[in-house]
């Protein structure tokens, strides 16, 4: 078990000697504690391989600040995936496919008997995304293994760097799923599911998965040391605050609904007001009932309708059929459950006084996460050997790090998002910002690596 003590008695060696017992193996003590806490990541270079990654999925003659489309398994996908593959290779790893398309790269450790630290984030977005979602933590960590290998530094622990499959889920509805396929929670109902006429085992098999053999990207709890992801906060905080440094407490709860609305299609010209059973006044009554609901109590909680579609759609015809997402969001369970009952409720009468038939089914449910405190320590000691301010903060946004809570300690950093914009061309985080979450993922994984979890 990770102790505080052990732990914090580890990262001490950043900066002050340690008595011989923390220190774990012969070849760690060969590496000086001023050479490692010395290292720094090549700002440049992180900055250029976030700048070429953005190529994949940029609006045709755009530009880095037009940000990307790089839904999963789409062709920018598979191009940005190799991309990556490619900068992998040229670190010096041979990286893998699991059969959910997670990429994988290990770099062996000084012990190969100790299970790795596993550290990265995803490359796919979301529509006219940004440059930095997901993006920051992957090829923060890939930068990381770089300079470990130019300086060749031994790490106690294997690493293994990973590029999640689909963390956003706007293709098929229902996000984490490289992530959930390795924590056993991507279920084979959900491969016959249908996005764009294009089945998600044929979507999985364009990454270069294997849907047939889901269950052997499953690994078991405890079979990783620890998982560390780097990624922009997609919020305001740390930017009010002016702390450069985000540790994450825990990561909210996410509930997926899809509503599908049932009126009765009718021309829109003969017939009269009050005979219609119009379904897009419902679901427009609907989402002001989902933000009336979700602000009528105080909290965290959010609630949103993003996702809408009309038939026929046609400016002639009252609307037949609505169909349309509703995410509710927040570190509480129970409240989620208790939100989406009341949302139940005001959509049976919304149905009744509309004349139409309301359907709501839960498309995708992602558990809150709560961050190991032991590895939030490793990130804090990392920004303090840094000179970094730090505060924790929760995860209003999902996170692949979340399922990896589920097998085993994990903690995420979070850098600054400019204006707090995030799942937008506009979404922004300073270069300086970029490189300083960077050395701050690089020395909380060095800092984890000397937790002797046997003393
Ligand atoms: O939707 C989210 O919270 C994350 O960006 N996938
Ligand atoms: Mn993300
Ligand atoms: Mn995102």
Known sequence: ?????????????????????????????????????????????????????????????????DGVSRLAYSDADVQGRAYVLDLIKSVGLSPRLDPAGNILARRDGADASLPPIVFGSHIDSVPNGGNFDGDLGSLSAIEAVRLLNERKIATR?????????????????????????????????????????????????????????????????????????????????????????????????????????????????????????????????????????????PGRQVGTVGHLEVVPNAPNVIPGVVRHTIELRDLSASKLERLAQAVRDRARQIAAATGTTIDLTLASHHEAATASPVVQDAIEAAADHLRLAHQRLPSGAGHDAQSMAQLGPMAMIFVPSIGGISHSPRELTSWDDCARGANALLHAVLAADRMDVRS
């Open 1 to 65: 078990m990770l102790t505080r003590r052990v732990f914090l008695g580890a990262l001490a060696t950043l900066a002050i000697p340690v008595p011989r017992r923390h220190w774990p193996s012969p070849l760690w003590r060969a590496r000086s504690q001023v050479e490692l806490a010395a290292l720094r990541i090549d700002a440049t270079r992180l900055r250029h391989t976030l700048e070429s990654l953005s190529q994949f999925g940029r609006p045709a003659n755009g530009s880095f600040a």
């Open 157 to 297: 622990h294997p690493l293994e760097v990973v590029v999640w499959a689909n963390e956003e889920g706007v293709a098929f509805n229902n996000g984490l799923c490289g992530s959930r396929a390795v924590a056993g929670k991507l279920p084979p109902e959900e491969l016959e599911h249908v996005y764009n006429g294009v089945k998600k085992t044929d979507a999985i098999r364009k990454i270069g998965g294997d849907p047939t053999r889901i269950p052997d990207a499953r690994r078991s709890p405890g079979s990783f040391h620890c998982y560390v992801e780097l990624h922009i906060e997609q919020g305001g905080t740390l930017e009010k605050t002016g702390i450069p440094i985000g540790v994450v407490e825990g990561i909210v709860a996410i509930d997926r609904y899809d509503a599908v609305i049932r009126g009765m299609a009718n021309h829109a010209g003969t017939t009269p007001m009050p005979d219609r059973h119009d379904a897009l006044i419902a679901a427009a009554q609907l989402t002001l009932a989902v933000r009336e609901i979700v602000t009528s109590e």
